[in-house]
């Protein structure tokens, strides 16, 4: 193992921010330890230059440029020593992407890594991912990063080139992790799921619950169906159907003004309580706190925006 020992030309640690909700971006310079905190937001790291030790819960290894990490869980992670280190972060809220629908669930490795915990699947595997990026991939992952804070620093992060730009940097990550939730470099997607998939967003996006004959047609038909879709998604049916209408509830709360039960009265919920619960079963916190804790600011404090009209 090599010598570690502070950077003669830093004193103390940087860290400079780049935006807000519902994308983070950070880089960190680093002379001195440093606890990264548990979080309930898949984010990732990549070390752009120098060393350092890397602590988990699960043991210590030395990491140095060209290193990624993975996080998609509530565990607390560390910097030891560190020689030279400049990390980048990107911490995002998936229900950001919720509109790019067509682009994730026909991409498995964007979808089999970087969105199972709120895109499809909820991951059975709850440990920080290291892997290495090398050679052209290291590059291009590099210009993406380089991309992306120079559209948060021109206010650009809520644009649509930015949520591209993300994308882009997520396959980019996800073909050099070769390891996915599945256990597979890609994630099987059946025909007959895909077909189920696109018929949910399309009655969500009407306003329309998911009945049985939207399955499939007989019941025999519809418990093959069922199980392929449980099978490749970890959720059932009328289950990811639930979760993904609140996903397209958060985008609107994050990005709009919109009333907070017409946002539920679109989306197909007849009754006010039945959209919070469901609302508060996936995030944990209800419509409207969700709207002030991470919506735009001008919305956030905007008392018409959070009023919720009685039956």
């Not at 971006?25 to 890397?54: C, K, W």
């Amino acid at each position: 193992m090599g010598r570690f020992s502070r950077h003669p030309k830093i004193v103390e640690n940087r860290i400079e921010n780049a935006g807000r909700w519902p994308v983070r971006f950070t880089r960190f310079q680093l002379i001195d330890d440093y606890t990264f905190p548990a979080t309930n937001f898949p984010e990732f790291y990549f070390v752009e230059s120098g060393t350092f030790l890397h602590e988990t819960e699960l043991g210590t290894q030395a990491l140095r440029a060209g290193a990624a990490i993975m996080v998609c869980s509530r565990q607390q992670h560390q910097v030891i020593r560190p020689e030279g280190a400049v990390l980048v972060r990107l911490r995002y809220m998936p229900e950001w992407f919720v509109r790019e629908y067509e682009i994730v669930v026909r991409s498995p490795d964007v979808l089999g890594l970087f969105f199972a915990q709120s895109w499809l699947r909820v991951p059975r595997d709850h440990h920080i991912h290291i892997f290495r990026v090398r050679g052209k991939a290291d590059t291009r992952v590099r210009a993406e990063i380089e991309y992306l804070q120079d559209l948060f620093r021109q206010g650009q992060r809520r644009d649509p080139i930015a949520r591209a730009s993300i994308l882009k940097l997520m396959g980019l990550l996800a073909s050099e992790h070769r390891r996915f939730w599945r256990g597979a470099t890609l994630l099987a997607m059946p025909e007959t799921v895909l077909s189920l998939l696109d018929r949910i967003e399309d009655r969500i996006l009407r306003g329309e619950s998911l009945e049985l004959p939207d399955i499939a047609p007989s019941k025999k038909k519809r418990h093959e169906v069922e199980l392929s879709f449980h099978e490749t998604t970890g959720f059932r049916p009328v289950d990811y159907f639930q979760r993904r209408r609140c996903l397209h509830a958060a985008f609107r709360l994050l990005e709009t003004g919109e009333e907070i039960f017409s946002i539920g009265r679109t989306l197909g919920w007849s009754k006010n309580e039945d959209f919070e619960q469901h609302f508060e079963e996936i995030f944990e916190i209800s419509p409207d706190v969700y709207r002030r804790k991470y919506g735009r600011p001008e919305y956030q404090n905007d008392q018409t925006a959070a009023i919720v009209p009685a039956d």
